[in-house]
């Protein structure tokens, strides 16, 4: 996730939530509605821990969760929830992953890879592009892989840094850990080294071409 900060003396803004030990959920929209629903889902995973001794499948959750957002465009009591949310789980039973995206309107969709939010396209498209490495690529890789789909999102002229980005792993032998801080630097500076040997993979293309046509010339 990419936090925000809006006014320049403003902290960033917390974009990733953890609602269970193998649920995640990253926002894009009001982060209060945000919380609320964080609330709800947490709450949901207690209950259910409580009463059968086991984690809650997601596909529960997300089913519930839908109709909720749902159930607020068919009345006029409460506005619906102004926040769309990209939840990251681990099936308990199965132990597959699975990625669900939810919309203020009710629909619910689930993806390989996805991104939500603002300036979210470039990131979209570099996902598509690369989504066929991931079933082979390692838990460092696709961390890396999420930072340079990130990068496309960054407003401006400003970077990627540990201050404002930040990484949820949710996997089938760990449970849900946030890496942000001093704990991404590492991440960052794989992801630097890896645009500058790709730099140098495009000068030397460019180089060999233009050999190749004085050579025909």
Avoid: W
Wanted: proline residues 5%; glycine residues 6%; hydrophobic residues 35%.
């Amino acid at each position: 996730a990419l936090k925000r900060s809006v006014p320049e003396l403003s902290s960033h803004q917390k974009k990733l939530l953890e609602i269970d030990d193998h649920i995640g959920v990253g926002i894009a929209g009001l982060t209060a509605d945000a919380r609320s629903l964080a609330k709800y889902m947490r709450n949901e995973c207690l209950n259910h821990k409580y009463i059968y001794g086991a984690p809650l499948p997601p596909h529960h959750l997300m089913g519930d969760l839908a109709d909720k957002h749902q159930r607020t465009t068919q009345t006029y009591v409460r506005r619906p929830f102004g926040v769309g949310l990209l939840v990251a789980s681990i099936d308990p039973r199965s132990q597959k992953p699975h990625l669900y995206q939810t919309c203020p309107s009710g629909n619910l969709y689930e993806y390989y890879a996805s991104a939500v939010g603002a300036r979210s396209q470039s990131a979209r498209t570099y996902l598509e592009k690369h989504v066929d490495t991931f079933p082979e690529a390692s838990r460092d890789d696709l961390i890396v892989h999420a930072l340079q789909a990130l990068v496309g999102s960054v407003s401006g002229d400003d970077e990627l840094t540990k201050e404002n980005a930040s990484i949820m792993v949710v996997g089938t032998d760990e449970k849900l850990v946030l890496i942000e801080g001093e704990e991404l630097q590492p991440f960052l500076d794989r992801l630097e080294l890896k645009a500058n040997d790709d730099e140098a993979e495009d000068d030397q293309e460019e180089v060999e071409d233009y050999v190749e046509a004085m050579e025909e010339s």
